[in-house]
């Protein structure tokens, strides 16, 4: 149980153009959802967080016209770059959770590597 | 949120034991630890998570001291796929963000 997917696992696009990355959970439902960024041989940091029904709140030195973040249901969460800049290439990843009493710990999706050309 | 300090890398091989310690001093009261595995260019595995004195599951155990200023997470006889980056994250309980620190790089070698 407690699977987070991704999709696509892996993109390349032109520069200037946008890229939906999607985030499903599985066999849960997901109020909240988080979306990071990774570096190659970096920790993961927090860009934004994706509240179901409701404008995401996003990190500070985080643009939030450039990441756009929609989650419309509660298994779905969407991150969509726009105006891609090679800068923008590295490993997205989602995370979720059941977020009950008892069970606080997230899952994280496997991760979609963009590549700006 | 709790800052974490972890060791940066360790080193062992196959058949070993492993203990990874991580520092949290400023530990809440309301805070719990969650162990996290992470391979190159994926996302992180939940490993084990606590709040105090020792939990082990299937495929690693977590101790923690009476004080929960430190913990460490144990992991019995390891195989070179057990080669991975290692996160020690302390948060409130509750749905919170998560914030990661630099991680222990494990090298397993044969």
């Known amino acids: 149980g407690a699977v987070v997917s991704q999709h696509p696992s892996w993109v390349i696009c032109k520069s200037g153009t946008s890229v939906k990355i999607e985030c499903r959970s599985l066999?849960?439902?997901?109020?909240?959802m988080f979306w990071y960024r990774q570096f190659p041989k970096q920790s993961l940091m927090l860009m934004a967080t994706?509240?179901?029904?409701?404008?995401?709140?996003?990190e500070q030195g985080v643009e939030k016209d450039k990441f756009l973040i929609n989650h419309a249901s509660l298994t779905l969460s969407t991150l969509t770059v726009t105006s891609a800049h090679p800068e923008d290439s590295s490993l997205y990843i989602c995370?979720?959770?059941?977020?009950?009493?008892?069970?606080?710990?997230?899952?994280f999706g496997p991760g979609t590597r963009l590549t700006v050309t | 949120l709790a800052k974490t300090t972890q060791p940066i890398s360790m080193d062992s091989y196959e058949g070993q034991e492993v203990n990874i310690t991580c520092s949290h001093n400023?530990?809440?009261?309301?805070?719990?630890i969650t162990w996290y595995q992470q391979f190159p260019s994926q996302g992180p595995r939940f490993i084990i998570q606590?709040?105090?004195t020792k939990v082990t599951n299937e495929v690693a155990s977590l101790f923690i001291p009476a004080d929960r200023k430190s913990s460490t997470l144990s992991l019995p006889r390891v195989s070179l796929s057990d080669t991975a980056v290692y996160y020690c994250?302390?948060?409130?309980?509750?749905?919170?963000?998560?914030?990661f620190g630099t991680g222990t790089r494990l090298l397993v070698s044969p």
């Open positions: 994706s509240n179901e029904g409701s404008k995401a709140t996003y």
């Open positions: 400023n530990i809440a009261t309301n805070d719990y």
């Open positions: 995370s979720a959770g059941p977020g009950r009493e008892g069970m606080w710990e997230q899952y």
């Open positions: 066999d849960f439902q997901a109020t909240t």
């Open positions: 606590g709040y105090k």
């Open positions: 994250l302390v948060a409130t309980t509750g749905f919170q963000k998560l914030v």
